[in-house]
């Protein structure tokens, strides 16, 4: 028995190890994981309703970190919260675009990423998401759907030519399909924003990972996944949902 209970410590204090080293800066602090906003740019300081949140955003409108207008802005092709344009190489795909206004909804609007967010030192945010587990589902979806659009790059956080204002391609780069730059679903979803997913082995409704698609009047089932991953962190198990309690093995 004293055996096992020390190979568990041990186990735990890799795992801890392994994932702090990778961070810039102490981790919230346990109490803080639930129904927070990051310190980031156009995100609330404190989650609320927001009854007219737009379209994709709108699952949010219970409890939100993100405002109204800002929910209205993530619908366009190039919107002034970021100037970033999804069309870079010409049209994408209506079923693509679908995709990374998702994404953005849930970025700026989720209260549910808490065990997921890293202190970092940029000047348009103080804090990101990291290696939050996604749901396998929806990232083969997203790969699926966006495969025959088109891109110039592989990581879309960094690395743009921004002179005229908008990102555009860098010199020497391409605009190839997307799968040309994304050859795997978790190549997709795991390098477009430098890691602020990891694809998880989990299903949807497994309760195990983060959903970029709900139906609001079925509740927020990140609510539960955020819920099992800080109490894991409680008891010091894992501090991102990517070992073995994230992959679902």
């Known amino acids: 028995m004293d055996m096992a209970w020390q190979m568990t410590q041990l186990l735990l204090l890799a795992l801890t190890t392994a994932v702090g080293s990778t961070q810039l800066r102490t981790p919230r602090a346990r109490t ?3 129904n927070v906003c ?28 993100c405002t109204v207008d800002t929910s209205q802005e993530l619908h366009k092709d190039t919107s002034r919260l970021y100037n970033f344009n999804w069309e870079h190489c010409g049209t994408m795909e209506p079923a693509c675009k679908r995709h990374f206004i998702q994404d953005n909804c849930l970025y700026e609007c989720s209260p549910n990423l808490g065990p997921w967010i890293r202190q ?3 000047s348009w945010r103080k804090e990101r998401i990291l290696n939050v587990p996604l749901c396998k589902e929806d990232c083969e979806r997203w790969w699926e759907d966006c ?13 743009w030519n921004w002179t005229s204002g908008i990102n555009q391609c ?10 040309s730059y994304f ?7 795991e ?24 139906d609001s009047a079925q509740g927020n089932p990140n609510e539960e996944v955020v819920k099992f991953y800080a109490a894991a962190m409680g008891a010091g198990a894992t501090l991102h949902g990517t070992g073995a309690l994230g992959t679902g093995s």
Not at 183 to 189: E, H, I, R, S, W
């Open 32 to 34: 803080d994981l639930l």
């Open 38 to 65: 990051m310190d980031a740019k156009y995100h609330k300081a404190q989650p609320g309703p927001e009854d007219k949140l737009y379209g994709q955003c709108s699952p949010w409108r219970k409890n939100a970190c």
């Open 120 to 122: 970092v030192n940029q």
């Open 147 to 159: 495969r025959t659009s088109y891109t110039c790059k592989s990581n879309w956080q960094k690395g």
């Open 170 to 179: 860098p010199t020497g780069t391409t605009c190839r399909t997307f799968e």
């Open 183 to 189: 050859p795997t679903p978790a190549a997709l979803c």
């Open 191 to 214: 390098d477009l924003w430098s890691h602020s997913y990891k694809v998880s082995n989990y299903s949807r409704g497994s309760g195990r990972c983060i959903q970029l698609w709900f």
